[in-house]
Nanobody, 114 residues
Framework: VQLVESGGGLVQPGGSLRLSCTAS????????MGWYRQAPGKQRESVAS???????NYADSVKGRFTISRDNAKNTVYLQMNSLKPEDTAVYYC?????????WGQGTQVTVSS
């Protein structure tokens, strides 16, 4: 199993980024997938999830600003992040949304700063 995140970077408050996570080694289309983040000195937390059928769920802190989506043909899950805030600064990871986790990828760093 491999999970490869990309799309992070440095962005000013109020800006946008689109993260991608490409998965391999398992039947991606049959699993609920999630985005997680870990800020320095904090525990990893769930940000958003999407079921195999496309139903979504969001943490209260990102609701209305972030949108999770998936393309099963590309084995890829996306996270569109708008109206970014400094408190969104973290390393972002993708993984299964339930039933345990695969080994974590390297993540992608998102830094929101002026």
């Amino acid at each position: 199993v491999q999970l490869v995140e990309s799309g992070g970077g440095l962005v000013q408050p109020g800006g946008s980024l689109r993260l991608s996570c490409t998965a391999s080694g398992f039947t991606f289309s049959t699993y609920a997938m999630g985005w997680y983040r870990q800020a320095p000195g904090k525990q990893r937390e769930s940000v958003a999830s999407i079921t195999s059928g496309g139903s979504t769920n969001y943490a209260d802190s990102v609701k209305g600003r972030f949108t999770i989506s998936r393309d099963n043909a590309k084995n890829t899950v996306y996270l569109q992040m708008n109206s970014l805030k400094p408190e969104d600064t973290a390393v972002y990871y993708c993984n299964k949304a339930r039933g345990g986790w695969y080994s974590w990828g390297q993540g992608t760093q998102v830094t929101v700063s002026s």
